[in-house]
């Protein structure tokens, strides 16, 4: 890992010079719950400013870095950093908790995510998942290995949701998917069933015959609904204590 992390910091600050202001490393490697199999290296290039000149400048490196199987780094202002945690407040919640500088300043760890945008961005973004998943499944629900891949890509995203979930409860939310689930189970009265099936899937510890996915269908939304519950209900009850106040 250290290698190629190095090898894009300094591509970067040779294509970028003095306008290059930090490269982030965020997401499951920087948080300890790497899969090699599964999981990406996600990277936040930060810069002073972002013309088509600084864009060109990055291509080839872009190019070489996406050819290693890996998304494009985000890039953004340091300015654009420090007044867009009210519309990215999961992502950089996120990023500050759990991030490892590879070059530069650390931009991140100062930054403040005001928890009336982080609750709402948390309801938005579980709802928005459910209603993909509803959408997608009721085209397929008579393919079983459809339906099958269709939850097993979507459940690393809950787990993801769900643990931003339990921080919003007042939990040290885990970081490791299982044991997301876990605390989800004991704070939201969820069956984790559903979940830990389809981890077993896409960890390929199951064989997907294995699985009748629409029985997993039918829990795993009711179970996505509870957590959506409690995260609405949070609204509630900040308004009646505003209120009160």
Not at 149 to 170: E, K, M, N, P, Y
Not at 177 to 203: M, N, Q, T, Y
Request: proline share 2%; glycine share 4%; hydrophobic share 45%.
């Amino acid at each position: 890992m250290a290698d190629i992390l190095e090898q894009l910091a300094e591509k970067l600050k040779q294509a970028l010079g003095a306008e290059l202001v930090s490269v982030i490393l965020y997401g499951s490697a920087a948080s300890g719950d790497r899969q090699e199999k599964f999981s990406d290296y996600n990277v936040l290039c930060v810069l002073n400013r972002l013309t088509p000149r600084e864009l060109a400048a990055t291509e080839t490196v872009f190019r070489w870095w996406n050819a290693q199987g890996n998304p494009a780094p985000l890039l953004l202002t340091a300015q654009e950093v420090a007044s867009s945690t009210d519309c990215f407040a999961i992502e950089f919640h996120d990023i500050k908790e759990s991030h490892r500088l590879l070059y530069g300043a650390d931009v991140v760890s100062a930054l403040t995510v005001e928890n009336t945008y982080y609750r709402a961005q948390v309801e938005r973004e579980l709802r928005a998942k459910l209603l993909r998943v509803r959408q997608k499944a009721s085209a397929i629900l008579s393919d079983n290995a459809a339906l099958r891949q269709l939850l097993a890509d979507s459940v690393s995203t809950f787990c993801v949701l769900f643990r931003h979930a339990l921080i919003l409860h007042g939990e040290k939310a885990p970081v490791k998917k299982r044991e997301i689930i876990a605390r989800a189970k004991e704070r939201f009265g969820l069956d984790a069933a559903p979940f830990l099936s389809l981890l077993d899937l896409r960890e390929q510890k199951v064989k997907a015959k294995e699985m009748e996915p629409g029985a997993v269908l039918a829990a795993y939304l009711t179970e996505i609904g509870k957590v959506i519950d409690a995260v609405d209900a949070l609204e509630k009850t900040d308004a009646r204590e505003g209120v009160r106040n």
